[in-house]
């Protein structure tokens, strides 16, 4: 099995349940990245949502970024997480979830 990344849709539900997520090493060599793609700001996160099932996800939340930038973080960020790690990224818009990580979460990139 090999390490990927999502584009997913969660549902704008009050049963998410949302967690900081700190990883110095991966937040270093993210913010790397995030300065050469123009991301305004990236969140680690953990996030449990019972509509997708029990085990909680992890997230990368960024503002800022193109569909382009997007993309080549996310090949960037599959090379790094071990083969069995699945991360999540989200565009941070105008909703629960994106509030949520705003309040909740320290960004470790901000630009």
Known sequence: MSSSIHSTHYADSPDLALAALRHPSLEQALSAACAQLAVREAFLAALR???????????????GADVHAQRRLAAL????????????????ADDNLSRAVRERCEPFYNA
């Not at 949502?49 to 503002?63: C, E, H, T, V, Y």
């Not at 599959?78 to 941070?92: H, K, N």
């Open 77 to 92: 960020v599959a090379e790094l997480l071990p083969d069995e790690v699945e991360l999540d990224l989200i565009e941070l």
């Open 49 to 63: 949502d019972p509509a997708i099932g029990p085990q909680p996800r992890l997230l990368l939340a960024i503002s």
